[in-house]
């Protein structure tokens, strides 16, 4: 039990930095990532569903989906926006709000809506309008960061 016991790195006397090759691990992949059977990065949409989370994971996810096109990613109620530094038209049009304002509010179907759309600020603000036309309860957002 005693050998279990660790003081976070409070008793390090510095450390050794070291570069492993990719190769050198089995199949090529880290531990605990998010790899399909194939050994390809698997991204989502909400990392709630991530199969192991840890730090790596959850910059290796929001990397990706950047790469993608993909600026807003979901980790249960909240949204992660990374800046693309470009605009995406197609992202901000009046067809797009429509369809979050009617999957996410008006439509009454069954489970979470959320897994019927793809993460967006228009997310959070339908579902705000949702809470408080039709749940009846309060609502407060907050958004942090920088740009």
Request: charged share 25%; net charge negative; aromatic share 10%.
């Amino acid at each position: 039990e005693q050998s279990m016991i660790c003081d976070g790195g409070a008793g390090a006397k510095g450390w050794e930095e070291e570069e492993v090759l990719l190769n050198d691990y089995n199949r090529g992949v880290l531990p605990m990532q998010n790899v399909d059977p194939s050994g390809c990065l698997k991204p989502f949409a909400d990392m709630v569903e991530l199969p192991f989370l840890h730090e790596a994971a959850i910059l290796y996810n929001l990397k990706d989906r950047h790469a993608n096109g993909k600026p807003y990613t979901r980790t249960g109620d909240i949204i992660i926006a990374v800046n693309p530094f470009q605009w995406f038209t197609e992202y901000y049009t009046e067809k797009v709000r429509n369809r979050y304002a009617r999957v996410l509010v008006w439509d009454n179907t069954e489970g979470d809506p959320r897994s019927m759309v793809e993460p967006h600020v228009y997310e959070t603000s339908a579902l705000s309008y949702r809470g408080l036309a039709f749940d009846d309860k309060d609502q407060s957002i907050l958004v942090s960061g920088e740009s």
